[in-house]
Every structure is written in structure tokens, then in C-alpha cells.
């Protein structure tokens, strides 16, 4: 059974552009989290989908946003990047509102530069 | 609460053991976990313990919580190079959020 996908891999991009990171989850999974993990400051809580609906957002300005497709996919835009955007993008998945214990299947993420 | 704290490196001989701390601040937390990052890669579930429990032994693994001190560790019996990675804790009242620790670096030295 397929993990838990993100595309692409790397990404480079200028001051002021705009990055969309995909994530697929685990066939099954209902619900989706993005997490920033930049240098240092482990992981930081950006937004949470389930069932298609944004359930939850971390304390990041409006320029992160996303959302959630029928097929449960998830994309994650940042707008107007600044260079401290600069870090690895991980998404995860959990079997949402039917898990027993929280467990969550992350990807290998998504590694933008910010030049 | 999203105070997860956790000391950034450790470093063992292999065959020692490794104890990985970490403090949280959310008394309501009802589940905590300890992930594992190998690197060029996502994070892993390694074991998790409900907040009702004071220990969890999984094989190698000893996982001590004390929610009086809001503290949680990770005891890894006969380290191995192997286990070199970052590992994170994490806690979670409902599953709504979940809040990671920054992250201990686990060097293990042949």
C-alpha cells in the first residue's frame, strides 16, 4: 500500500512568488495536516483538513493557505514567500475522526528554498 | 499546549542506553508519542502512551510518563547505530492539534 506522497520533492523559488506543495495521503485516510519544519524549530502546526473541510490552522499568516479535494488530496499554497519560508513542508495523514490513537503518516516532505 | 520542549542532541556509545526527555505544558493531553526521523526522511510512529499510564515497554523501548511533572522520556534499551536519528515527541488532547517537541538528535557511536 502506497504511503503518504508529496510533489515535488524540491522547490526553488524567488522572494514575492508563490509555491503550491500536493500532498496524496494513505488510501483511506479522511484527514490531512501540513506541518513547516524549518531549522531548528522542529515542527510547526499550519493547517489541518478533514473530510474536505479546513478544521484547524496554526498561528501562520493568511498568505498559507490550502485545501482539501473530494478524493481527500491536499494542497498547501504560500503566498508573496519570504525568504524565512525557506524549510521542509511535511504533510501527514490519519484516518481522521475514526482513529483510535492518533497516529499520524507523514510524508517525506517538501523542501523549498526561498532565494 | 504547543510548549513541547526537548534537548536538540544526545549522544550515546552502542549498546548503552539512551534516555530522550521531554516536558510538555498541556495538563489535558490525552495521548503523547515519540516519533522517529531517519534522514531524507518523514517522521515514523515509534510507540505512543495514553495519558492514563505511567509506562509502556515495547521491546526495546520504555516509555515513562509523569503527568504531576508534565514530563515524558523515551528509553532506548541496547542503542544501536541504527537508532541514530531525530526523534520527536508529541502530545494531543483531541486530535484536533498535535504539538511537536523540536526534536533530539540521537547520535550513536560505534
Known amino acids: 500500500e502506497a504511503g503518504v506522497t508529496q510533489s515535488p520533492t524540491h522547490l526553488i523559488k524567488t522572494r514575492g512568488q508563490q509555491a503550491t506543495l500536493r500532498c496524496s495521503p494513505i488510501?483511506?485516510?479522511?484527514?490531512v495536516y501540513w506541518y513547516q519544519q524549518a531549522l531548528g524549530l522542529g515542527l510547526q502546526f499550519l493547517l489541518w483538513?478533514?473530510?474536505?473541510?479546513?478544521?484547524n490552522r496554526g498561528n501562520f499568516p493568511p498568505r498559507f493557505s490550502g485545501r482539501q479535494f473530494p478524493n481527500y488530496s491536499s494542497e498547501l499554497n504560500v503566498n508573496a514567500l519570504e525568504l524565512e519560508d525557506s524549510a521542509l513542508y511535511l504533510c501527514a495523514s490519519s484516518l481522521g475522526l475514526e482513529t483510535n490513537t492518533g497516529e499520524l503518516f507523514f510524508g517525506e516532505g517538501s523542501r523549498l528554498t526561498v532565494l | 499546549g504547543e510548549d513541547v520542549e526537548q534537548s536538540l542532541f544526545l549522544s550515546v556509545r552502542e549498546g548503552d542506553s539512551s534516555v530522550i526527555n521531554c516536558t510538555y505544558t498541556d495538563s489535558s493531553s490525552t495521548y503523547l508519542y515519540w516519533y522517529k526521523q531517519e534522514p531524507g526522511a518523514g517522521l515514523q510512529l515509534l510507540t505512543y502512551i495514553f495519558s492514563n499510564m505511567d509506562m509502556k515497554q515495547d521491546q526495546r523501548l520504555t516509555v515513562l510518563l509523569n503527568k504531576k511533572d508534565k514530563h515524558l522520556s523515551l528509553r532506548i534499551a541496547d542503542t544501536q547505530t541504527g537508532d541514530s536519528a531525530i526523534y520527536f515527541c508529541?502530545?494531543?488532547?483531541?486530535?484536533?492539534?498535535?504539538?511537536f517537541g523540536s526534536g533530539t538528535k540521537l547520535n550513536v557511536k560505534p
Open positions: 483538513y478533514d473530510e474536505g473541510e479546513e478544521r
Open positions: 508529541a502530545e494531543t488532547y483531541n486530535f484536533n492539534k498535535f504539538y
Open positions: 488510501s483511506g485516510h479522511t484527514s
